[in-house]
């Protein structure tokens, strides 16, 4: 069939087969945060660029260097908790920043000389230069902007500055703003990233429906489907952020971590995952570096949430083997090969998929009954596995298929198991049995002998005809 290249994850979730192993993974990677010839903002005496500073470990700081980019990037609600991170983060990350505020003369006692600041508010989008003057000529725009889930003075004396206000209507006024500015034909706001809030998808839920006792998880779930809405309109790409509940400092918010002055401690890492899955609380600073890497990665549209747990400061390399992870949802199993005689290989795959379905080619048999397709597209070559549900009056449903590809990524051919929908992140009833069985079967097929001339990792070719 051809050699085959073990990847670092063979299976995700299932466990990988024997004959799988470790490679290395890309040296390629982005210059980080550092500490060393750093910004006049991170070298403020400012609590929000100590906090920041201390985000990597100090022999990796001392290597990194600090990128720099023509970007401009705009941050709604720059002189909040974590807006001020977010500003912090991105100027350290070698970003030109514009900070985009309600009240001027606050912000120029923080920011740097450098740092762009100009005054418009999402709850008024005609006050200050306006929101769409405030935009203008951004790359990209992250939207920190938010107020308190239960009533307190950040809601104003005539509480306008509610919920509803800031996370609905002013979300949907940004939204606006953006599309006013590309549709004139001149530079395109290319990104935008939202600050949102874990429970928003789970907000009729214990403990969230208490959260949302005053609708701020309604209003931001509002806000984030405008938010989708409009980058089909206006061309842009979006990031949903959804941290757990903001904890450490700088303290911005009347809540109960406030209060507790509630630090890190040795909460140092970061658990990402797709959609609205987690729960737990996330620190300030944290949910900054996330929503700078959300703008960093640049990986399309995406939503995901984001909590603190045990373990050192995170890495930029383990930032980028986090979006690895949150832009491959779906993928159940891949397999590399360094070449392949995709011919050979197309009629070995027929021919198995053809075999899976007899009697006793798979022991234990498969808990759901389930169908093997073949791609309409002569080019393309695989199978899809349909997982089925028979319900008690005999009716079939379709739960969902794993569709098995093989193709050309930048490390060679290699063998794709893709999870569909795409929302679907735990195995199928079988799936695991089956596609290890395919695991297991292709090993047979692909000599393990080493050669020694050859890369490491790397099976030795084979000479099996059909």
């Known amino acids: ?8 994850e063979a299976f995700a979730p299932p466990p990988a087969a024997p004959f799988l192993r470790p490679s290395a993974r890309s040296s390629l990677r982005p210059g980080g945060l550092s500490s060393s010839s750093p910004h006049p903002l991170i070298s403020s005496s400012s609590r929000a660029s100590r ?19 023509d970007k401009l990037v705009g941050v709604i609600g720059a002189t909040g908790g974590v807006g001020r991170l977010t500003a912090a983060a991105l100027v350290q990350q070698g970003y030109k920043v514009r900070a985009i505020v309600r009240d001027s003369n606050k912000a120029k006692t923080f920011f740097p000389e450098d740092v762009e600041v100009v005054e418009a508010q999402v709850t008024n989008p005609e006050s200050g230069v306006g929101l769409a003057v ?11 902007s938010g107020t ?8 104003g004396k005539d509480k306008s500055n509610n919920p509803q206000a800031v996370d609905l209507q002013g979300v949907k006024n940004v939204v606006e703003a953006v599309e006013a500015v590309n549709s004139q034909g001149g530079k395109m706001v290319k990104q935008v990233s939202l600050l949102s809030s874990v429970g928003v998808q789970r907000r009729t839920q214990f403990p969230f429906i208490i959260l949302n006792a005053f609708g701020v998880l309604d209003a931001k779930a509002a806000g984030e489907e405008i938010l989708k809405e409009g980058a089909k309109q206006a061309g842009y790409s979006y990031s949903i952020v959804r941290p757990g509940r903001l904890v450490g400092e700088p303290f911005t918010n009347p809540d109960f971590a406030t209060l507790l002055k509630l630090e890190e401690g040795k909460n140092q890492n970061v658990q990402l995952a797709n959609g609205d899955t987690l729960a737990g609380d996330c620190s300030r600073r944290q949910t900054a570096l996330a929503l700078v890497q959300s703008i960093y990665q640049d990986r399309g549209n995406m939503d995901f949430s984001v909590v603190s747990k045990p373990g050192p400061p995170v890495t930029q390399q383990a930032w980028d083997d986090n979006f690895d992870t949150l832009t491959r949802p779906s993928e159940a199993m891949r397999l590399q090969f360094a070449d392949i005689e995709k ?15 007899t009697s006793g080619a798979l022991f234990p048999p498969l808990p759901v009954p389930f169908r093997v ?23 079939i449903e379709e739960m969902g298929q794993v569709v098995v590809r093989l193709i050309d990524d ?18 199928y009833p079988g799936e695991t049995q089956i596609l290890e069985k395919l695991a297991e079967d292709l090993a047979r097929v692909s000599s393990n002998t080493q050669d020694s001339s050859a ?11 059909f």
């Open 1 to 8: 069939l051809g050699t085959l290249a073990l990847g670092a």
């Open 51 to 69: 906090l920041l500073m201390s985000s990597q470990p100090a022999a990796e700081s001392s290597e990194a260097k600090v990128p720099t980019t």
């Open 134 to 144: 405030a935009i203008q000529g951004l790359d990209s725009l992250v939207v920190c």
């Open 148 to 155: 308190t889930a239960f009533p307190s003075d950040k809601w």
């Open 343 to 357: 011919d050979k290989f197309k009629k070995w795959i027929v021919g198995w998929g053809n075999g899976i379905l």
């Open 373 to 395: 397709d073949y791609p309409e597209n002569k080019d393309e070559i695989g199978l899809q596995l349909s997982f089925l549900k028979v319900s008690v009056v005999g009716e």
């Open 410 to 427: 930048k490390k060679g051919p290699a063998l794709v198991a893709i999870r569909e929908p795409a929302s679907k992140d735990t195995p």
């Open 455 to 465: 890369p490491q990792n790397v099976w030795g070719s084979n000479n099996i005809d």
